[in-house]
Nanobody, 124 residues
Framework: VHLQASGGGPVQDGGSLRLSCVAS???????MGWFRQAPGKEREFVAG????????DYADSVKGRFTMSRHNARSTVYLQMNSLKPEDTAVYYC???????????????????WGQGTQVTVSS
């Protein structure tokens, strides 16, 4: 399974970006997640969505500002990011899991496929 993330870039405080992640080489019957990693920090969960669901779970830090969705026919997940803040600056990774059985997992250890990451930089 190959994951290709895109859509990152520089944006000002309060701005918006939409990240996309296209999966290839599989059936797209995966639980999907978005994670981020800022310099000097651990990779953290941002949002996740189950393979059979249209409802996502979110980290408290992004709840109400970010929206994750999936388009199964396009083998793509999206992360719409609104009201961006400087503390959202990080490399954003999409991930897929064939290991999770039911609920969305917040642990990166339970995702077995990762994209290359896309940089999001929010300036004040």
């Amino acid at each position: 399974v190959h994951l290709q993330a895109s859509g990152g870039g520089p944006v000002q405080d309060g701005g918006s970006l939409r990240l996309s992640c296209v999966a290839s080489g599989g059936t797209f019957r995966y639980h999907m997640g978005w994670f981020r990693q800022a310099p000097g920090k651990e990779r953290e969960f941002v949002a996740g969505i189950r393979r059979s669901s249209s409802t996502a779970d979110y980290a408290d830090s992004v709840k109400g500002r970010f929206t994750m969705s999936r388009h199964n026919a396009r083998s793509t997940v999206y992360l719409q990011m609104n009201s961006l803040k400087p503390e959202d600056t990080a490399v954003y990774y999409c991930a897929a899991s064939t290991l999770i059985s039911s609920a969305v997992s917040y642990s990166p250890l339970t995702y077995n496929y990762w994209g290359q990451g896309t940089q999001v930089t929010v300036s004040s």
